[in-house]
């Protein structure tokens, strides 16, 4: 694990493999600090891991962009609450993770508000 400069969270095997949190099911969406997130729970490797976003991001269907500090950030990430990750895409810095027939698309580019990488894991 590195440390990422500017902050207490270590990266994960899931940040340089997002490949890894197919299998993991949403068991809380929150915000620390500026940054909402969601912990994702693996029965299958017992792992809880946070993913934690930074930039603009959406939940589909019924959630357009949103940025960080947005009002409905955390009812957006709550509708993921119970699904389990069963597709993970990763092009550029974007990450798209596809739960059952919902998504959540984060934004490979920074916006006003990114201040660290648009997204990480790290442990709750």
Do not use: K
């Not at 299998?23 to 809380?28: D, F, P, S």
């Not at 969406?29 to 909402?36: D, E, F, H, K, L």
């Amino acid at each position: 694990m590195r440390e990422l400069p500017g902050h207490d969270v270590r990266m994960q095997p899931e940040e340089d493999d997002p490949a890894l949190l197919v299998g993991a099911h949403v068991v809380e969406a929150g915000r620390r600090q500026a940054w909402p997130f969601l912990n994702l729970y693996n029965p299958d490797t017992e792992r809880e891991v946070r993913l934690y976003i930074d930039t603009t991001f959406s939940v589909h269907p019924g959630w357009s962009a949103l940025q960080q500090d947005d009002d409905p950030v955390l009812n957006a990430l709550d509708s993921l609450n119970g699904l389990m990750v069963t597709a993970v895409e990763r092009t550029d810095h974007a990450l798209r993770l596809v739960l059952g027939n919902e998504y959540l698309q984060i934004d490979g580019d920074d916006n006003r508000l990114t201040t660290h990488s648009p997204w990480w894991i790290g442990v709750p």
